[in-house]
């Protein structure tokens, strides 16, 4: 699906990411964690096509995105970043049809206005259609940008990427389920999800596969289980914790702390 | 959620019609037909049965005139729409960040010392040097503008707001020094462009104009799908398929072209592309999808009716148009400055 083979960035003289092996399969939900400054959402700013310093080729579906064309490309990838623009002056039904500008000219046709309503409708936030953005609560406006993301790959391809950058900020716990458990279902249908996140134990409970960063490199990548072990987490975050199995599900839950 | 934007345009497109009848008829010269339609309509026949006279004010004069009008309200309402979608700021018109400046100063240049490379270009040129000097002094001021005050996709207000003063001061001062320069009948140009008027409508520079329009618009009217999801950011953009730096500069490039037409053929009228985009925006919000195509046609119906109230308030004589705009457009600046203080 997504292959990028030492992957390097530096800003300046700086360099932020040294070197990163990435490679992810159809059906993965890739989590990447790892302490602040890590690298975390540069590296995924460059599995999304957004920096194109490093001299490495990532591979989307065995094709350079440079190979791609750009329209076919939207309907195959789209990207939730960490910061969008406060300020959008339209009604949030408006900002979510933007997902569905690779698919119209200059009129939104009836299948658009209804992939507007199923996903909308999904997320939770229909309700929300006619108010102005502006107006919206911090963990809305994550959400009405989560539903223009998910309206964009309302299509019929098969083995979409969608690429979120902590989509969980602002969020209260139940949304945050709710998000993760959309796109673990959105995996399911072998789709690629990769996300950054900052709760181990959310990643722990839904990811396929974990992907630990420090100071720009990989630490450890594999199963939950495999990355999530005490060495590896004290010694990313310099923070003491004990690992435990969930009693049902058997996922590893993690307790910080000594 | 039914898309209405067909049936806007039509209504404007018909509130456009009725003002351009009416504006035919009012005039200090009355026609010796009762009806205005009548002998417009045998002129674009090309019939010869009307009142000589009548035929002349409408073909040579009145209807030159609206039509100028028409067109060039447009032009600068669209190139303000497009400007503020490209800035990402409602403040982002042609006169507030000096390209309308740049676009008079260079035609100014070129008027007074344009008399020295006239007699080696071949004639064709001569008509069109103006033009071609205020389409470089406007792509020079937006390109200048544009590179002090954006920056990784945002912008900042005050920094563009301030080079477009600099770049008016700039303008002013050279305006000035080409003032002193000028011999008399180069002054008299000079007054006009400073000032704006549609008096000079020809059928000539409507074609011009004309042209000028269906090149631009084919490509910006359409793109109001980019400058709205722009306003997510960029990069986002990007991801929703469009080509933000290409969009970006060929945008550029379109709006320095139509306010450079605009402003050699009719000098510097102020504050249409603030005013125009600004009520859509009450109306429509700022969905560019609707507020770009409409623009086109308010910023005509704008621009008509000033022209129309400026040659007939003190008739016989003309008041300078770009007083009328100016009155509407300095409350709608304000207007703006103080939504944008509650926002900060």
Redesign the interface.
Known sequence: MVKGHKISYSHKSYSILKGVDVSVEYGDMLVIVGPNGAGKSTLLNILANELSQNKEDIYFKLKRFKEWNVLDLSKNKAKFSQHYNGDIPLPVRDVVLMGRYPYFGSIPQSSDLSAVEEVMKEVGIWELREREYNSLSGGEKQRVHLARVMTQLKNEVAHKLVLLDEPLNNLDVKHQYQVLELMAAFAKKGNTVITVLHDLNLAARFATRVLMMKNGSVLAQGAPGEVLTPETISEAYGFPCSIWTHPVRQHPVILFGN | ?K?K?PLYLLASFLVLLVLAGVSLHMGVYRFEESSVLKITGSFLRGDTSVPATDAYIIGKVRLPRVVMAILIGSILAVSGTCLQGIF?NPLATPDLIGVTSGATLMAAITIVLGESVRSVIPEALHYSLVSIGAFTGALGAISLVYAISSGSGKTNVVIMLLAGVAISSLGFALVGFMTYLAKDEQLRDLTFWSLGSLGAATWTKNGILAVVIAGTYSYLI?K??AL??M???E??A??????VERIKRLTVLLTALMVGTAVAFSGSIGFVGLIIPYIL?LLF???Y?VILPLSAVWGAILLLAADTVSRTLVAPSELPIGILTALLGAPVFIAILIRYKK?M
């Open positions: 959620m898309n934007l990402k359409t109001g799908k709205n999801a306003m997510l950011g990069k986002d990007e991801h929703l398929g469009i080509r925006r919000s700022s969905n999808t926002s």
